[in-house]
Structure formats: structure tokens, C-alpha cells
């Protein structure tokens, strides 16, 4: 079975840092651009980054830009986005998703997804 779990979510205060952690399982990282959503309250889905297949490309929106860093480690079958400088409005449900397959899989598009997880759960507040 073809699945991506994340991990790591948890209450910070605002200024402070968390690293999610995307696992997959039933298939290998280094075939799929995977992107990282959010869904705050009352809001929308909203892809906030993504990166290749290869790893070598990397895409952020402007909200989070500057402050999440999204790695990879095909070995470990795992995507990692670190997030600094965690602000309330970036209080959400977090999710990893595939959103290319293919062995030159890009981040053109973190509209939609495959795989997609429960989600982990990130709470910004003093």
C-alpha cells in the first residue's frame, strides 16, 4: 500500500522552530516530487512547498518563504520541512503529498497531491 505519514507537529510559541517529518512507505522517494499543504481553520488546503524527485529543486510560497526549508533523504524514504520563525497564522494541519511521479518529477504544479496522510498538527501561540 502506497502511503505518506507526517510527523512532528506540536505547540510552539511564536519566534520558535519544528522540524515535520514525511514518511513514506509501499513505494521510493527518489520517483516523486513530494509538496507539503497546510489547512488552517477555517481555510482552505493551501501547498506551501514541494520538492523533485531528485532533490534538486525546491518551490515555497511567498508565506513561508525564507523561513521553511524542505530537504530530502531518498535513503531514509523521508521529506523533512523545517520551519522557523513560526508565526499564529501558520497554526494548521500539515500534510505531505506526492504531487509528481516520474524519475525527473517537479514541483510545477502544489495544487493537488496523491498518498496524502492524516496530517500533523502545528499550534503557534504565546
Known amino acids: 500500500q502506497l502511503q505518506l505519514a507526517e510527523s512532528g507537529g506540536a505547540l510552539v510559541q511564536p519566534g520558535g522552530s519544528l522540524r515535520l517529518s514525511c514518511a513514506a512507505s509501499?513505494?521510493?522517494?527518489?520517483?516523486?516530487?513530494i509538496g507539503w499543504f497546510r489547512r488552517a481553520p477555517g481555510k482552505g488546503r493551501e501547498g506551501i512547498s514541494c520538492?523533485?524527485?531528485?532533490?534538486?529543486?525546491?518551490k515555497y510560497v511567498d508565506s513561508v518563504k525564507g523561513r521553511f526549508t524542505t530537504s530530502k533523504d531518498n535513503a531514509q524514504k523521508a521529506v523533512y520541512l523545517q520551519m522557523n520563525d513560526l508565526q499564529p497564522e501558520d497554526t494548521a494541519v500539515y500534510y505531505c503529498?506526492?504531487?509528481?511521479?516520474?524519475?525527473?518529477?517537479?514541483?510545477?504544479?502544489?495544487?493537488?497531491?496523491?498518498?496524502w496522510g492524516q496530517g500533523t498538527q502545528v499550534t503557534v501561540s504565546s
Open positions: 509501499g513505494f521510493t522517494l527518489d520517483y516523486y516530487a
Open positions: 520538492i523533485s524527485a531528485s532533490g534538486t529543486q525546491t
Open positions: 503529498a506526492a504531487v509528481d511521479e516520474g524519475w525527473y518529477a517537479n514541483c510545477d504544479q502544489i495544487d493537488s497531491g496523491s498518498f
